[in-house]
């Protein structure tokens, strides 16, 4: 019989973990001592911390793994997933507009779907991500000789990975969010602003919205973006890895003391 727990009809969690281990052995093998993980898989998602583990477990299972992380001086937390986020990874918007009243989600045919006043704005989450199948290059070597190559020289295929950036912007209580795409949008809005480079014209769209809610909490991600940080500071793997990012970061603020201001 299958001990999945996505079978079970039990509440699922998930854990968040908040600091990365002083020894990724060690986070390794409480992951493969709990979960029943082989020693790759845990490895694999072990790579989350600090962060969401992948892992979809009974609540039961969360509790067993916060202890035994305590117990290397990790601190985590178990999460209903009903109490997670809603970010829907298919919910995407192609067009908005900026305007006093606050953030427009426009539809296919011009009319406004949902106007989202600024004070409800709650958090930028932004990162680099594949923009497209990796391509081949290939490198030629001048330093090395191989004898049965007529010319001398030897040829390296390199897989290149072009990113590019995409934002979830998430707002409401409780919380909600859509995904944009910086080749996708329309930039209508930008009027005489607007130019044929996809990545500027979502720049100014990421300056509009700060200049418009300045107490939009910013990820660190998204603040090395903004202050033109390196990009491996703000590179992801995938799509889903920047969503999965962007839930840990929600988790994260919901811890935060409240503003004073």
């Given at each position: 019989m299958s001990s999945d727990p996505v079978a079970s009809e039990t509440p699922l969690c998930r854990v968040a973990v908040f600091a990365p281990a002083d020894d990724p052995a060690e986070l390794r093998d409480v992951l493969v001592r709990v979960l029943g993980l082989n020693a790759v898989d845990a490895q694999i998602h072990a790579r989350a911390v600090p962060g969401l583990l992948p892992d979809r477990v009974s609540c039961e299972t969360g509790d067993e793994l916060v202890a035994a992380f305590g117990e290397l001086g990790l601190a985590a937390e178990v999460i209903r997933e009903e109490e997670l986020p809603e970010l829907d990874p298919e919910r995407e918007v192609h067009h908005l507009r900026l305007v006093d009243d606050g953030l427009q989600l426009v539809g296919l045919s011009g009319e406004v779907e949902t106007t989202v006043p600024w004070y409800q704005l709650d958090m930028l989450s932004i990162g680099h991500v594949p923009i497209?199948?990796?391509?081949?290059?290939?490198?030629?070597?001048?330093?090395?000789?191989?004898?049965?190559?007529?010319?001398?020289?030897?040829?390296?295929?390199?897989?290149?990975?072009?990113t590019g950036p995409q934002a979830w912007i998430v707002y409401g209580e409780p919380e909600t969010g859509f995904r944009i795409d910086h080749q996708e949008m329309n930039y209508e809005y930008l009027g005489e602003r607007k130019s044929t480079s996809a990545t500027a014209n979502f720049r100014l769209l990421v300056d509009d919205l700060i200049a418009r809610a300045p107490e939009l909490y910013l990820t660190p991600a998204a603040r090395a973006y903004i202050d033109h940080g390196f990009q491996r500071h703000y590179e992801f793997r995938s799509a889903e890895e920047l969503r999965q990012y962007t839930m840990f970061q929600l988790v994260v603020r919901r811890r935060l003391p409240p503003s004073r201001e």
């Open positions: 497209d199948e990796p391509q081949h290059r290939y490198i030629t070597d001048t330093t090395a000789v191989i004898h049965s190559a007529p010319t001398g020289m030897a040829h390296r295929s390199l897989d290149v990975v072009r």
